[in-house]
C-alpha cells in the first residue's frame, strides 16, 4: 500500500510518501519521501500565531505535497489512500490540510482517512524501530501535549494521563523567555544547560496517578528569577531541565511497576532533547527498563507519522467520511 501523509496541526506543513509491506507481526514501513516547511514567522512574536499559520499553510500545501510526490517518484493516481490530521491542534490550521485532502479523495477518488495527532506520534516510534511491537507504554512530550498512554495494540490504545496545564514544551518555551531566550525555547535551554549545574531546588510538581502539570514549576522558577539578583542562567536552565527529567520519569516508572511493562517510547518534540534521552536511557538500565526515542526527523511533527498511521487504521476501519471535522481537543480513542 501506498499513502500520502499530510499534517497541518499547528505551524509545520507536512507531506509524506510511504509504503507499507504486509509482515508479522505487524506491517513493515517505507518512507518515499517526508517534506517539512516550519513557519519561523512566529519565533518574532514569541509562540505560534494561528492566524499567520493558517495562511502559511494556504500557500505552501500544494508545492509541498507536489514535492513529496516528486521525491517519492510517483503520482497521484499511484497512491492507494490519503490520510491527514484532523486534531488535536489549531483549528485554522486543521481545516487547511482537512480541506485539502478531503478535495484529493474526490477528485481522485481515493480513500480518505482522518489522524489523531497524537497517534501519529505513537507511530513515529514504529517508524523508527520495526521490532517495537505492543504491548508497551508511550510518552508523548511536545509543545501541545504531555501524555501517558498505554499502547495495546495497533490502533488500540488506553489514555493513562495527560497534562491538566501547560504541555512539557509549552513550559520549556515559557521558561525560556523568562530567561531572555528566542521561541521556540527548548534547544536554546538545552544549549544554555550544557554549562550549568545543578544549583537549585526546584520542587518535582506532586500530581495524583498519572496526570501532570507544569504551572507550578514554571511558577518556582519566575519566583526565584524574580528573587535572585544575579541569577546565574546556565544553572537555572541545567535544574529545571533535570527537574523536567525527574518528574517525567516519576510518572514512567509508576505505570511501568503497576502494567509489568518494561518498554517505554519516547515521542515528540521534547524527545528530541539529548539531556533528556541521557537520563532515561541511564535510569533504563538502572532499572530494568527499555526506552525508544524516534530519530530526530521523527520526534517533531511529520507527515510519515500520519501516513503510517492511516494505513493502519484503514485496514482495520475502513475509509473516514467525508463530513469528519477538524477539532482543537480531542481524546485519543
Do not use: W
Not at 496541526?9 to 504486509?22: L, N, P, Y
Request: aromatic content about 10%.
Amino acid at each position: 500500500m501506498i499513502f500520502l501523509g499530510i499534517e497541518t496541526s499547528c505551524d509545520e506543513t507536512a507531506a509524506s510518501v510511504i509504503s507499507a509491506q504486509e509482515k508479522e507481526p505487524r506491517a513493515s514501513y517505507n518512507i518515499l519521501s517526508s517534506i517539512v516547511s516550519s513557519q519561523y514567522v512566529h519565533s518574532q512574536y514569541g509562540g505560534v500565531i494561528p492566524e499567520l499559520a493558517s495562511r502559511a499553510h494556504i500557500q505552501l500545501i500544494v508545492p509541498i505535497t507536489q514535492t513529496a510526490l516528486d521525491v517519492a517518484k510517483i503520482n497521484y493516481q499511484d497512491l492507494d489512500g490519503i490520510a491527514v490530521t484532523y486534531a488535536p491542534g489549531l483549528v485554522g490550521a486543521l481545516l487547511v490540510g482537512l480541506s485539502f485532502t478531503k478535495a484529493l479523495s474526490l477528485s481522485l477518488n481515493k480513500p480518505f482517512i482522518g489522524v489523531n495527532h497524537l497517534e501519529g506520534h505513537i507511530f513515529s516510534l514504529l517508524l523508527s524501530y520495526p521490532e517495537l511491537n505492543p504491548p508497551f507504554l508511550a510518552m508523548i512530550i511536545s509543545g501541545g501535549h504531555t501524555e501517558l498512554l498505554l499502547i495495546k495494540g495497533l490502533c488500540d490504545y488506553e489514555q493513562l494521563g495527560s497534562t491538566t496545564d501547560d504541555a512539557c514544551g509549552e513550559a520549556f518555551d515559557k521558561v525560556a523567555r523568562m530567561l531572555g531566550l528566542p521561541y521556540p525555547g527548548g534547544a536554546f535551554i538545552e544549549k544554555l544547560a550544557l554549562t550549568g549545574k545543578r544549583t537549585v531546588k526546584f520542587p518535582v510538581p506532586d500530581i495524583p496517578d498519572y496526570d501532570f502539570s507544569f504551572s507550578g514549576l514554571k511558577t518556582a522558577v519566575l519566583y526565584y528569577l524574580q528573587k535572585e539578583k544575579n541569577p546565574v542562567k546556565e544553572n537555572v536552565a541545567y535544574s529545571f531541565q533535570e527537574t523536567v527529567s525527574d518528574f517525567l520519569l516519576k510518572k514512567i516508572d509508576r505505570a511501568a511497576d503497576h502494567y509489568k511493562i518494561n518498554r517505554i517510547g519516547i515521542s515528540g518534540g521534547v524527545a528530541i532533547n539529548k539531556r533528556i534521552q541521557e537520563r532515561f536511557s541511564q535510569y533504563g538500565k538502572e532499572h530494568n527498563l527499555q526506552f525508544y526515542f524516534p530519530n530526530p526527523q521523527m520526534c517533531t511533527d511529520n507527515a510519515a507519522m500520519i501516513a503510517a498511521a492511516g494505513i493502519e487504521r484503514y485496514k482495520r476501519f475502513g475509509p473516514s467520511p467525508l463530513s469528519l471535522t477538524a477539532e482543537a481537543r480531542v481524546k485519543l480513542i
